[in-house]
C-alpha cells in the first residue's frame, strides 16, 4: 500500500511537470504567433517621400548644375553687351584728355596743396606717355620711368633734361617733407603742357614723313 501511494504521489508529481511544460510551450507559441501577428510586411515599393528623403542630393545637385548654367549664360551675355558698349565709345585721343586735364590743374593752382596737385599733374603725363607711346608708366617710380622712356626709340636724346627735372622735382614734394611754393608748382605745370605738346607735335611730322615716303618713291 505504502509502494502504491508513493507511486501515485511520483505520477501526479510528474503529471503536474508535464502539464505545465504544456502550458509553457503553449503560452510561448502563442507569443510567437501574437508576435508575428504584429508584423508588418515588407513594402516592395518605396514611396515618393522616402525616395525623396533617401536621394534628396540628386535632385539639389541637378538644380545647382541648372542654375550654374543659367548664370553662365547670363554673365556671357553681360560681357558682350559691356564689350559692344565700349566698341561703340571711341576713345579719345590722348593728347586731347591730356590737355584737357593740364588746362582743368592750371584753373585749380592756387587752390590745391602742393602734394595732391604734383600727385595729378605726374598721374596725367604718365597717362599721356603710357598711351601715347605703349609703354608701361603708371606703376613704375620715377627712376623706373626714366629708364623705361630712355629706353623708347622717340626719346631718344630728346626730353632728357626736362623729364629728368620734371621727376626729381615731383619726388621730391610727393615723397618728402620738402614743400613748393606757387611759382614751382607752376613751372612744373608749364615743363608738362611743353612736353605734351612738343611730342605730339613731333609725332603728327614722324606720322607725316611716313606716310609721304611710299609717294615719293612712285
Not at 118 to 147: D, H, I, K, P
Not at 178 to 196: M, Q, T
Request: proline residues 3%; hydrophobic residues 40%; aromatic residues 10%.
Amino acid at each position: 500500500m505504502m509502494f502504491s501511494a508513493s507511486f501515485k504521489l511520483a505520477c501526479l508529481s510528474h503529471l503536474s511537470i508535464a502539464l505545465k511544460g504544456m502550458a509553457y510551450a503553449q503560452n510561448e507559441n502563442s507569443y510567437l504567433e501574437n508576435k508575428r501577428e504584429r508584423d508588418e510586411p515588407i513594402p516592395l515599393y518605396k514611396s515618393l517621400s522616402e525616395i525623396l528623403s533617401e536621394s534628396w542630393w540628386i535632385p539639389a545637385l541637378a538644380g545647382g548644375i541648372v542654375l550654374t548654367i543659367i548664370f553662365a549664360f547670363w554673365l556671357r551675355s553681360r560681357l558682350k553687351k559691356s564689350e559692344s558698349a565700349e566698341k561703340s565709345i571711341p576713345a579719345r585721343d590722348p593728347y586731347e584728355e591730356a590737355i584737357e586735364a593740364l588746362n582743368a590743374l592750371e584753373a585749380e593752382c592756387h587752390k590745391m596743396d602742393a602734394k595732391p596737385f604734383v600727385f595729378r599733374l605726374s598721374e596725367v603725363l604718365r597717362v599721356y606717355v603710357e598711351r601715347c607711346f605703349a609703354l608701361r608708366a603708371m606703376e613704375l617710380t620715377g627712376e623706373e620711368f626714366l629708364r623705361e622712356v630712355a629706353g623708347h626709340k622717340f626719346f631718344r636724346k630728346r626730353y632728357d633734361d626736362l623729364l629728368h627735372e620734371f621727376v626729381d622735382r615731383s619726388d621730391m614734394v610727393k615723397y618728402s617733407r620738402e614743400s613748393i611754393d606757387g611759382e614751382g608748382l607752376r613751372l612744373l605745370l608749364d615743363s608738362a603742357k611743353h612736353f605734351v605738346k612738343d611730342s605730339h607735335s613731333r609725332l603728327k611730322e614722324e606720322s607725316t614723313t611716313t606716310n609721304d615716303k611710299p609717294s615719293e618713291g612712285m
